[in-house]
């Protein structure tokens, strides 16, 4: 059965509607703080958002429901979501909470959750959350009531940690960098902790005011950081999204590096220093096929999961990987972070610039993408994929690509929309295969 509020990366949706209003944010706030009361001690949870105009709301109601429910509550204010890991971690909270809708338009909002040990919560304790939900929560008598305070050093304390991630006589003098924060969570702490490591950095989306965040900005619209770069004649442009959780690359040229590009740079420099744990590199069935063949010819591997960073981090826990990520940019670097941190991934890329002497175009192109096309075909209702006609349209698809390519096809996890992507060695061979199935679908749907 599938969830009812929780999908691939906690809940998510409009603002004051669906599972998004306050008061669906305070049952949550007391569903999770009912579930990680264990002990006698004084529970905390540390709450951050993005730059959203409604994370105001859903703070405020959280903080109400977290309190009723004796939990002591350390607001930080606009910080990215890795960054609410950390401090989880780092000041033993029981739990940790990221209000954001990620890349989604301001109107969006969301709610992430996290563990004592900083990683996002398991299938199973959000599937207790969610049946908690609809339950009357155990409130605490008034004595009991949890306290709420603001802490001000949240951010120097994520900029110190991030800058842990390349060795300590590692300088970024003399690179020119602009920095694209899609005026969300990161707008403050990205410029500066690339600019405390010695770099020129030239901001794009540092200017939030609630409604602006990922507008013609960030990691999905690429744009204006590109025009930045060519325009200030800069080295490299690091573009983020509104939870500074992922990250694209763009090099000197205005050329896009994606997130498979960005593993394959991370992963190769690491195996050369003996860095790399695993025997290869974890990522998603939507990575590029000339991914997979660049790390084989490196004697590494290439391990795929469903698409979401959650099944990602799964397997890298499980198969003991340090370097894992998605084609979107999620980077999961686990020597650095408990979650794919966007910033912690832009300093690696930097400083193997720095170490490489060579310009970002000449090593960030590291493999030849095989041609790759995604489509999307919305449906009303049933389930397309178990027509028979749309099966055996998959299957010819399939024999067509033979063993030079590959066909994923996976329903959405957040809309009525079955995903089609196809990629092989022929590109019209690989848009015939996707036509074939969206024609299918379609005919179904």
Not at 149 to 174: C, L, M, N, P, W
Not at 287 to 314: A, F, I, Q
């Amino acid at each position: 059965m599938g969830r009812k509020f929780f999908g691939t990366d906690g809940i998510r949706g409009r603002t004051n509607s669906g599972p998004m209003t306050a008061t669906m944010a305070m049952r949550v706030a007391q569903a999770a703080g009912n579930h990680f009361r264990r002990g006698d001690h004084r529970h905390r949870v540390v709450i951050g958002k993005d730059t959203r105009l409604s994370g105001y709301m859903i703070e405020s109601a959280m903080v109400a429901g977290f309190t009723s429910v004796g939990v002591d509550v350390i607001m930080t204010g606009p910080l990215p979501t890795p960054a609410v890991s950390l401090l989880t971690r780092e000041m033993r909270a029981d739990l940790g909470v990221m209000i954001s809708a990620s890349h989604n338009p301001y109107e969006d909002n969301g709610i992430k959750l996290f563990g004592p040990d900083g990683f996002k919560l398991s299938d199973d304790t959000e599937a207790a959350i969610e049946d908690a939900i609809d339950s009357q929560p155990e409130l605490v008598p008034p004595e009991e009531i949890g306290r709420a305070r603001r802490i001000e050093d949240s951010r120097g304390r994520y900029i110190h940690a991030v800058k842990q991630a390349v060795s300590d006589e590692t300088r970024f003098d003399g690179l020119k960098v602009v920095v694209d924060c899609a005026n969300g969570a990161a707008y403050q702490v990205a410029p500066s902790a690339i600019w405390e490591l010695g770099a020129e950095v030239i901001t794009v989306g540092v200017d939030p005011n609630g409604t602006n965040i990922n507008a013609g900005v960030g990691s999905t619209s690429l744009d204006a950081v590109k025009e930045k770069v060519l325009e200030t004649h800069a080295d490299i442009g690091i573009a983020l999204d509104g939870d500074a959780d992922r990250l694209i690359v763009i090099d000197e040229k205005g050329e896009t590096v994606d997130g498979d590009q960005i593993m394959a740079v991370i992963a190769s420099r690491m195996a050369e220093k003996g860095q790399l744990r695993g025997g290869g590199v974890v990522a998603t069935v939507m990575s590029n096929l000339g991914l997979e063949r660049y790390l084989e010819g490196r004697g590494l591997t290439l391990e795929r999961t469903k698409v979401g960073d959650r099944y990602v981090l799964g397997r890298m826990k499980s198969g003991g990987f340090n370097v894992g990520g998605e084609q979107s940019g999620h980077m999961i670097l686990l020597d650095y972070a408990t979650t794919g941190d966007g910033t912690v991934a832009a300093l690696r890329v930097l400083a193997s610039l720095v170490h490489s002497g060579q310009r970002a175009s000449e090593l960030l192109h590291a493999f030849e993408r095989v041609p790759q096309i995604l489509k999307n075909v919305r449906y009303e209702k049933g389930r397309p994929l178990d027509d028979e006609h749309v099966k055996q349209a998959i299957a010819d698809a399939e024999s067509a690509l033979g063993r030079s390519g590959r066909l994923v096809i996976r329903p959405s996890g957040t809309e009525p929309v079955i995903r089609v992507m196809a990629e092989g060695d022929d590109a019209s061979e690989v848009e015939r295969a996707v036509d074939s199935v969206c024609d299918a679908v379609k005919a179904v749907a």
